[in-house]
């Protein structure tokens, strides 16, 4: 189906800037969307940002201004520009596509995640 793998993380001051990574393969052309989420153990799997199937971007208030989506469509490949990093923005992040089986069955994709953390 569609493998998702990420990269980018690690350890960062806060202020400081980080750039994720989501490079999509296998049967690519099922992707609808995409998009990045993080998640704490023992916290509810938030949304950062994400695209929507009409072409738009969607962000948590929490990082408005603070983060951009993008993508290379041509590398297969998603993007989270991160800056003005916060001590709360410390998390797992993940991504994820919904892949579009058929007329009426959707499939949730997600990557294995890649930890960012930021220092005070």
């Known amino acids: 189906q569609v493998q998702l793998v990420e990269s980018g993380g690690g350890l960062v001051q806060a202020g400081g800037s980080l750039r994720l990574s989501c490079k999509a393969s296998?049967?690519?052309?099922?992707?609808?969307?995409m998009g990045w989420y993080r998640q704490s153990p023992g916290k509810q799997r938030e949304l950062v940002a994400a695209?929507?199937?009409?072409?738009?971007?969607n962000s948590a208030d929490s990082v408005k201004g603070r983060f951009t989506i993008f993508r290379d469509d041509a590398k297969n490949t998603l993007f989270l520009e991160m800056n003005s990093l916060k001590p709360e923005d410390t998390d797992v992040y993940l991504c994820?596509?919904?892949?579009?089986?058929?007329?009426?069955?959707?499939?949730?994709?997600w990557g294995q995640g890649t930890l960012v953390t930021v220092s005070s």
């Open positions: 994820h596509a919904l892949a579009r089986l058929s007329i009426e069955e959707y499939l949730d994709v």
């Open positions: 296998g049967n690519v052309f099922l992707i609808s969307t």
């Open positions: 695209f929507t199937t009409g072409g738009t971007t």
